[in-house]
């Protein structure tokens, strides 16, 4: 369907009966789609004010002005410091992976590709078990950042191929074409006629796959080697990263510590919403776009 | 061994393995090139220029990274299925046996799924048909945002939160049990299935639904008859990748289920995962090998594949626009 419009029986005379039940159907399906969003909002509201100890604000403040505020902020810069280095391995290789595929010279499709799929919905824990395997075994890291950086590439990875290929296919092919009848080679086709076209789609889905990087906890359990009475927040210790200091608000709720680790969540969801809506924003543009005069399919 | 950290070798699988994981994969990724249809002159029949060396720098480079998520998938493959056997060549079983960890998984997702599959496709439908666009612009980004947030978070949320306050409702209920773990996930799952469900909805062509209103049909009998029947492949991709989704998520599962392998089907109760069982020992909180963790992961690889299977079988029979 077209954006914007809707099809509907045309309607003559008052609502006859089946209409009143597509009035209650509706009804009923937008309760259901509120409610999650609800229930989620309650919930952390809930969190939020149990959790903060806000009938006793002047705890809080004091356990961060005596050091919390500062074991948080470093906990940040390493959640920040992971995740960049896990975008820089993951993002090239997996846009590169989606280009093979898409690109000149294309592979038999559909078991590569089927392959990247699959990747994609294995559970993030397994590749936990991966990076223990091949990072801290067999390559001797250590329960290091780089080693963390690594193994939450390779959740990445997958996601991001996914996402890139797909917003690849939406290049149309007239527009390689018409790159080779100009004489391009393809490595230039691809380069200043194909990534243009489909940044905004690259880039949109490349964010959310960091925004996931950025809250999993999963497979850095596995790797950091954690256990709850040594979490450390120092700097360059995968134990001390945003999502797994959160989990401290799980060993000793409601004291001056969990408050720290509250702000943490508040955090970790600030960021998740800048990223998803900065994500969304790149995406509803470039539809825009396609939908414009620009992408016009010729036919 | 509580305390410590889990990694240490026990047995270290050798070097070689990992090279021959490498070295199959870019054979079976090289494979599928060769199967492409024959070129002429240049890498594409239109191209008329010959490839400098930069773009065959840059095609030997796309390829290795074409090669990689074939190798991953080879690696994972061996590295699970030869770190579960421990040192004295025995299958690593862990503590209380698979099979209760096994039910437990499937209990835990089943009641996510139970809740989140119909909920998730009535969103679907609203959002895809049923809403005004102003209604849709909003509610559908605040939906998907759901998706996005930290399983960490949601953990935390069943625990302090979500499970306290179903405790006053329901009589019986332990605060970490399979119905607090199940109710929270799906929350998460939702909107995992009615995204893409939504998109399979809309990608329905006009022409049926026109065609089955014209014939008579009131829109609820439109959508119930002809546009959901039409979108059922994709829908059915939703719910594989909100069954994946449930049977490997892990903290939810670590902190929110329990740590109590039972085989029991009441959902009040704790009962432990696969993945809580990898979480449980990655902690510290149990005790476990590094053979049993790897053996539960293959257990949760191949539990994932199962599912899969079946969901595909579920939405194969009576379709009826294939």
């Known amino acids: ?299 | 061994m509580p305390g410590e950290r889990l990694g240490l070798p026990e047995v270290a699988l050798s070097p070689d393995r990992h090279f021959t994981c490498i070295g199959l994969g870019i054979a079976m990724t090289e494979r599928f090139h060769e199967r492409a249809p024959p070129s002429g002159a240049g890498p594409e029949p239109w191209c008329s220029r010959p490839a400098g060396s930069g773009d065959r720098m840059v095609g030997l480079a796309l390829r290795a990274c074409a090669a990689l998520p074939v190798i991953l998938s080879l690696s994972l493959l061996g590295i699970l299925a030869e770190g579960a056997w421990d040192g004295a060549g025995k299958l690593g079983i862990p503590e209380g046996g698979l099979w209760p960890r096994v039910l437990g998984t499937l209990l835990v997702s089943g009641v996510a799924l139970a809740v989140a599959v119909p909920l998730g496709l009535l969103a679907a439908l609203f959002l895809s048909e049923l809403a005004r666009p102003a209604v849709r612009r909003w509610l559908k980004p605040a939906l998907e945002l759901l998706a996005g947030i930290p399983t960490v978070v949601y953990a935390l949320l069943a625990v302090l939160v979500a499970g306290p306050a179903l405790a006053r409702v329901v009589p019986g209920l332990e605060v970490p049990s399979a119905l607090v773990a199940g109710l929270v996930l799906a929350l998460m799952l939702v909107p995992t299935i009615s995204s893409l469900s939504e998109d399979a909805l809309r990608a329905v062509p006009r022409e049926l639904r026109e065609a089955a209103l014209a014939l008579g049909a009131s829109r609820l009998r439109m959508l119930w008859l002809v546009v959901v029947p039409a979108a059922r492949p994709g829908i059915v991709a939703a719910v594989m990748l909100a069954v994946s989704r449930a049977v490997g998520e892990t903290m939810i599962m670590t902190y929110a289920a329990g740590h109590v392998p039972r085989t029991g089907l009441d959902p009040r109760v704790a009962v432990e995962t696969l993945t809580g069982y990898m979480g449980g020992v990655a902690l510290g909180q149990e005790p476990g090998t590094s053979a049993s963790v790897f053996t539960v992961g293959a257990a949760v690889l191949g539990l994932n594949v199962l599912a899969h299977a079946v969901v595909l079988r579920l939405g194969r029979r009576s379709g009826r626009w294939s």
């Not at chain 1, 997996?94 to 595929?101: D, F, N, P, R, S």
């Not at chain 1, 889905?205 to 009475?229: H, K, N, Y």
């Open chain 1, 1 to 299: 369907m077209t954006r914007g419009e809707r099809l509907r029986p045309v309607s003559l005379g008052p609502p006859p009966r089946h209409q009143r039940r597509g009035r209650l159907f509706a009804a009923v399906c937008m309760a259901v789609t509120l409610l999650p969003v609800l229930v989620v909002a309650v919930l952390l509201g809930a969190l939020v004010q149990s959790g903060a100890g806000l009938d006793e604000p002047t705890v809080v403040l004091h356990h961060l002005a005596e050091g919390g505020a500062q074991q948080l902020l470093r906990s940040v810069v390493g959640s920040l410091w992971l995740v960049s280095m896990c975008a820089c391995v993951a993002v090239p290789l997996g846009v590169g992976a989606a280009l093979q595929l898409e690109g000149p010279r294309r592979p038999v499709r559909s078991a590569l590709a089927l392959n990247i799929a699959s990747l994609a919905g294995v559970p993030s824990v397994l590749f936990g078990l991966v990076g223990l395997e091949l990072f801290v075994r067999a390559l001797h890291l250590g329960h290091s950042m780089v080693t963390a950086a690594l193994t939450l590439a390779l959740v990445v990875l997958p996601i991001v191929a996914v996402a890139a290929r797909s917003a690849l296919r939406a290049v149309p092919d007239e527009l390689r074409e018409a790159g080779y009848a100009l004489g391009a080679t393809p490595w230039q086709v691809t380069r200043q006629v194909v990534l243009p076209a489909a940044l905004p789609g690259i880039l949109s889905g490349t964010i959310l796959a960091i925004a996931r990087a950025f809250g999993e906890a999963a497979p850095l359990l596995l790797v950091a080697g954690m256990t709850m009475s040594g979490s450390s927040t120092a700097l360059g210790d995968p134990r001390g990263v945003l999502p797994l200091h959160v989990l401290a608000l799980l060993v000793e709720p409601r004291t001056a510590a969990s408050a720290e680790a509250l702000v943490g969540v508040v955090v970790l969801l600030g960021t998740l919403l800048v990223l998803s809506g900065w994500a969304m924003h790149l995406r509803h543009r470039h539809e825009r776009r396609r939908d414009g005069p620009w992408f016009e399919d010729p036919r």
